[in-house]
C-alpha cells in the first residue's frame, strides 16, 4: 500500500441510500417469515405486497441493484425480496432477464439459479436448478425438474452444492416437516 493514500472501504456502493433502504425491507421481511415459524397465522401478506411495489421503483430507477450498486448485502437483499414477490411473477420475470444479463461478479450464480426456478414453478414448469421444495409427508422434495439427471451439473455451473447436498442440509437446518 502506498503511505498517505488512507485505506479505501471494502464496498463502496453508487446509491448507499437505496442499500440502506433493502437491507431494512430485508429484514422486516425475514422478520416476519420468522415470527410466523414461531406464531402461525401472523403471516402478513402486506410485507410482501409493500417491497414488491418498492422494488420495481428501485429498479425502474437503478435498474437491477447490483453489488457495485447497493453492496453485497443489498444485492442479495433484493434478489430475496423478488424472490418472495410470486403474486407478481411478471416482475419477477423482469427482474430475472435484469440479473441475467449482470457481468460476473455483480450478482450472485445462486441468486439467479433460485429466481429461475422461482419464475418456472410460478409459470407452472418445471424448474432448472431444484431449489424450489414442497415439504410433505415427512420429506423435503423437490418440485418437478426438467432434465433432472443433470441437474446436478447445472447446479455446479451456478456454484451449487449437489441436490442431495442441499435435501441433507434441509434436514440438518429444518429437521423432517410434520407428518400432516
Known amino acids: 500500500m502506498s503511505e498517505g493514500i488512507p485505506p479505501q472501504p471494502e464496498s463502496v456502493t453508487q ?27 401472523s ?24 453489488i457495485s450498486k ?23 420475470e423482469q427482474c430475472l432477464m435484469l440479473i441475467k444479463q449482470e457481468s460476473v461478479g455483480e450478482v450472485a450464480l445462486r441468486d439467479i439459479a433460485m429466481l429461475e426456478d422461482r419464475v418456472r414453478v410460478n409459470r407452472n414448469r418445471p424448474q432448472l436448478y431444484g431449489t424450489q421444495f414442497r415439504q410433505t409427508t415427512g420429506e423435503h422434495k423437490p418440485l418437478p425438474i426438467e432434465d433432472e439427471i443433470n441437474v446436478d451439473e447445472r447446479r455446479r455451473e451456478m456454484g451449487m452444492i449437489t441436490l442431495k447436498e442441499e435435501i441433507d442440509g434441509m434436514y440438518e437446518q429444518y429437521g423432517a416437516p410434520d407428518q400432516g
Open 43 to 66: 403471516w402478513d401478506r402486506h410485507v410482501d405486497a409493500r417491497n414488491t411495489e418498492r422494488m420495481k421503483e428501485i429498479v425502474a430507477e437503478v435498474g437491477w441493484p447490483t
Open 15 to 41: 446509491f448507499p441510500q437505496i442499500a440502506s433502504e433493502i437491507e431494512v425491507m430485508f429484514k422486516i421481511d425475514q422478520d416476519m417469515r420468522e415470527k410466523n415459524l414461531r406464531e402461525p397465522g
Open 70 to 92: 447497493v453492496g453485497k448485502e443489498a444485492a442479495h437483499g433484493a434478489w430475496l425480496l423478488v424472490q418472495h414477490a410470486d403474486h407478481q411473477v411478471d416482475f419477477q
